[in-house]
C-alpha cells in the first residue's frame, strides 16, 4: 500500500532541473516512509536503480565505498553483487540509511562528479549529524524534507480527492460551507488527528478498521523513539523532555518547562538535548518572538519555546499513555467530539502540525497584563509581506478572543489579517477572520 506524496513532485523538479549535478537528500522522522517514497520514485522514474540500504547491506557492499578512487571498478562490482544492470542517465542508487555509511556520503562528492547516474539518500537528520566525524560533508547534496502524511495527503489515502479542492475555493473566496457541512469536515478532521499522518498507523487504519489496532502501532512508533533518544543521551533526560510534550502542553504554560520535565543538568547540556530533539524531526518547536516583526528569527528567544509532537496522531496516543492502550471508547468519544476533557492543547498541536508542512517556522507571543500577573498570549504568528499575522486557537466554538484582540491593538501597525482558528463554519467579522480548523492548511 504506497501513499501519494506532495514531496514527489519535488523530486521529479529536482530530476529535471538537476540532471545529475547533485544529489537529493530526503530528511525525516523515522517511519515516515522516507525510504519508501525514494524507492517508488526510483522504480517510477528511471529504467532500473539499485537501492542500498546500509542499516543491512552485506559488508562487502559497503567496503566498496572505502577507496573510490577507480569508479569504472565500483560500479561492475555493485552490479554483479546487486544483480542489476545500471544505465547511463537512466539509472538512479539510492543510499538509504545513509547515516550508517558516513564514507558512502562521502563519496556523493565524487559520484555526482562522474555524472553517470542520479543519487538519492534517506536518512534521521539526528544520525546523518552524528555521523560526520572525519569525513568531507558534500556540498553537492539538495535537501528535501518528508513530513508525516498531512491532511489532504491522508484524504488521499482515503480516496478522498475531492473535498480540499472544494475547501481551498471557498477559503480563497471567504465562503463558509454551512454549519451542517462544517461539522462533517470536523469529523473527518478528528479522524486525521487521531490516526495521525505516519504511514504505518494510517496502512492499519485501512487495512483493520480498528482503532485499537492503529494505537499500538502508534505506541510501537513512539518507543522506538524512545529508545532512539536514550541510544543518543543515556541519562535519560531527552526521553523525558518527549514523553512529556502532552502535559506540558495540557498545563498551558507560556514556555516549555524543561526543569520540571527532567532531572536537571548544566543549561548548556539541557539545551544540547533539545537541540538533538528538533534534529530528529520527531517534535515541532515554536520560539517566542521577543518583538513580533517581520523577520521573527531576528528576536527569536532560544531559551523559551512551546514543543509539539510532529504527528497529532501520536500526541493523541501519548497523551493517554497511563494506559496499556487507548481503548475505542476514547477514540470514540473523541472522533464525536464528546471526551470531557478539554482538548485545546490538541488542536494547538495540530495547528503547529499544519503550518509546519505548510512550510512556516513558529513562533508565538506572550505579554503580562498592566492590572494583574495573568499572561495573555498568541498562539501563532505568520509573516505577510511587510506585515504579520497573528493566530489565535480555540478547541471549540467559541469567538472570544481577548488575547488576539491585545495583540493587535498593541502592534496595530504591524498587524494584516488575524485569525481566531476554531471548530465552526468559516465566517468575516469585522477584521477578524474566524478560520474552522480543518482551513489551517491553506495558511
Known amino acids: 500500500m504506497i501513499f501519494k506524496r506532495k514531496l514527489y513532485d519535488e523530486m521529479l523538479k529536482w530530476k529535471q532541473d538537476s540532471k545529475g549535478s547533485t544529489a537529493l537528500l530526503i530528511k525525516g522522522a523515522r517511519r515516515v516512509g522516507k525510504s519508501t517514497l525514494a524507492q517508488t520514485f526510483a522504480e ?7 537501492a542500498i540500504d546500509f542499516a543491512s547491506c552485506r559488508m562487502e557492499i559497503r567496503e566498496l565505498f572505502d577507496d573510490v578512487s577507480d ?41 555526482v562528479a562522474d555524472g553517470r547516474y542520479d543519487y538519492i539518500e534517506t536518512g534521521s537528520l539526528i544520525s546523518i549529524r552524528q555521523n ?35 475547501m481551498r475555493k471557498l477559503f480563497e473566496s471567504n465562503k463558509g460551507i454551512g454549519d451542517a457541512g462544517a461539522r462533517g469536515e470536523m469529523r473527518n478532521l478528528r479522524l486525521y488527528m487521531l490516526v495521525g499522518g505516519m504511514p504505518q498507523a494510517v496502512r492499519t487504519y485501512l487495512e483493520t478498521n480498528n482503532m485499537e489496532k492503529v494505537d499500538k502501532m502508534k505506541r510501537s512508533i513512539i518507543n522506538l523513539y ?39 543538568g548544566r543549561p548548556d547540556r539541557l539545551r544540547e538535548q533539545v537541540f538533538d530533539m528538533q534534529d530528529s524531526m520527531v517534535v515541532n518547536l515554536a520560539y517566542h518572538a521577543n518583538d513580533p516583526n517581520v523577520g521573527f528569527a531576528l528576536h527569536r528567544d532560544g531559551n523559551r519555546f512551546k514543543m509539539f509532537m510532529a504527528d497529532t496522531g501520536l500526541f493523541i496516543t501519548l497523551a493517554f499513555w497511563d494506559k496499556k492502550f487507548t481503548e475505542n471508547i476514547i477514540y470514540e468519544k473523541l472522533l464525536s467530539d464528546k471526551l470531557s476533557a478539554d482538548l485545546g492543547y490538541v488542536y494547538e498541536n495540530l495547528v503547529a502540525q499544519m503550518l509546519k508542512a505548510n512550510g512556516h517556522e513558529l513562533y508565538y507571543y506572550t505579554w503580562p497584563s498592566d492590572t494583574s500577573n495573568h499572561l495573555y498570549e498568541v ?62 492548511q491553506f495558511l
Open 44 to 50: 517510477q522514474e528511471y529504467k532500473s536503480y539499485v
Open 132 to 166: 560526520v566525524k572525519g569525513i568531507l560533508i558534500p556540498s553537492e547534496e539538495e535537501e528535501m524534507i518528508l513530513n508525516p502524511l498531512d491532511y489532504e495527503e491522508f484524504q488521499w489515502a482515503l480516496g478522498n480527492k475531492v473535498s480540499i479542492p472544494i
Open 379 to 440: 498562539d501563532f504568528l505568520l509573516s505577510n509581506g511587510t506585515k504579520i499575522v497573528p493566530i489565535e486557537v480555540k478547541s471549540s466554538g467559541y469567538k472570544t478572543h481577548k488575547s488576539l484582540d491585545l495583540f493587535c491593538e498593541k502592534f496595530s501597525s504591524r498587524v494584516s489579517k488575524r485569525y481566531l482558528i476554531y471548530t465552526k463554519d468559516l465566517r468575516k467579522e469585522e477584521s477578524i477572520t474566524y478560520l474552522p480548523v480543518y482551513m489551517t
Open 226 to 264: 524512545e529508545k532512539d533518544f536514550i541510544k543518543i543521551d543515556p541519562s535519560g533526560n531527552t526521553s523525558k523532555m518527549f514523553m512529556a510534550i502532552p502535559s506540558q502542553l495540557a498545563s498551558n504554560w507560556s514556555r516549555y518547562q524543561i526543569y520540571s520535565a527532567t532531572d536537571g
Open 71 to 111: 569508479l569504472d571498478y565500483l560500479f561492475m562490482r555493485m552490479q554483479v553483487l546487486l544483480g542489476i544492470e545500471l544505465h547511463e542517465r537512466d539509472s538512479v542508487i539510492v543510499f538509504d540509511e545513509v547515516q550508517y555509511c558516513p564514507k558512502a556520503r562521502q563519496a556523493i562528492k565524487y559520484l
